[in-house]
Nanobody, 122 residues
Framework: QVQLVESGGGLVQPGGSLRLSCAAS????????IGWFRQAPGKEREGVSC???????YYEDSVRGRFTIARDSAENTVYLQMNSLKPEDTAVYYC????????????????WGQGTQVTVSA
């Protein structure tokens, strides 16, 4: 049973930084593609970033250059470092995992965390 737990959300001023964590239990994330998604009130969920099993990373255009996804195999955790945050980054952020052998990121994910709220406001 794969369990994902996000943490690290909170309230931050525009221009600030947060680091989200996605800790896994039940499996080694080394064999999984990991995605970060977000959903703002009244909007559809959107993909933010992903890391393939082989470490290739992808970013949505609005976060490229500001967000960084990184894996820590020893901690079995994937991080999303978010810098230069903007009010439009406000959303519930979710991590997701899929056992996926390709070097790219999957379109669908099998396992999801419960989400962590990120609010960017002065």
């Amino acid at each position: 049973q794969v369990q994902l737990v996000e943490s690290g959300g909170g309230l931050v001023q525009p221009g600030g930084s947060l680091r989200l964590s996605c800790a896994a239990s039940g499996v080694s994330l080394d064999y999984y593609a990991i995605g970060w998604f977000r959903q703002a009130p009244g909007k559809e969920r959107e993909g933010v970033s992903c890391s393939s099993k082989y470490g290739r990373t992808y970013y949505e255009d609005s976060v490229r250059g500001r967000f960084t996804i990184a894996r820590d195999s020893a901690e079995n955790t994937v991080y999303l470092q978010m810098n230069s945050l903007k009010p439009e980054d406000t959303a519930v952020y979710y991590c997701a995992a899929k056992y996926y052998s390709s070097s790219s990121c999957p379109r669908e994910y099998d396992y999801w965390g419960q989400g962590t709220q990120v609010t960017v406001s002065a």
